[in-house]
């Protein structure tokens, strides 16, 4: 059984900095591209950032770009989030992914297994 469990959620003030962790089971994790999407309240899970299995290449959303890392070890078959300067903004439910074979895609269809998120609350 696949499972992608997500921690380091919390509650932060704005320009603060979080760390999000995602440890895989289940499956080969150094085969998967991994990626971060968040859903805010009203909205649809969005993507945020995503790593190739061998972590060689690196994918953003704009609006995240320059304050958000993604980075994995493959031997602790876990994925990081490293966000800093949080804003408002990126308050939503954060979640992992993986994707088969993957070159860490933007696009949620691309992945097969999620995890079941972990909530950012960054107040001003």
């Known amino acids: 059984q696949v499972r992608l469990i997500e921690s380091g959620g919390g509650l932060v003030q704005a320009g603060d900095s979080l760390r999000l962790s995602c440890t895989a089971s289940g499956l080969t994790f150094s085969s998967y591209g991994m990626g971060w999407f968040r859903q805010a309240p009203g909205k649809d899970r969005a993507f945020v950032a995503a790593?190739?299995?061998?972590?060689?290449?690196?994918n953003y959303a704009d609006s995240v770009k320059a304050r958000f890392a993604i980075t994995r070890d493959n031997a602790e078959r876990t994925v990081y989030l490293h966000m800093s300067s949080l804003k408002p903004e990126d308050t939503a439910v954060y979640y992992c992914a993986a994707q088969s074979r993957g070159a860490g895609s933007r696009s949620r269809a691309q992945y097969t297994y999620w995890g079941q998120g972990t909530q950012v609350t960054v107040s001003s």
């Open positions: 790593v190739s299995w061998d972590g060689a290449f690196t």
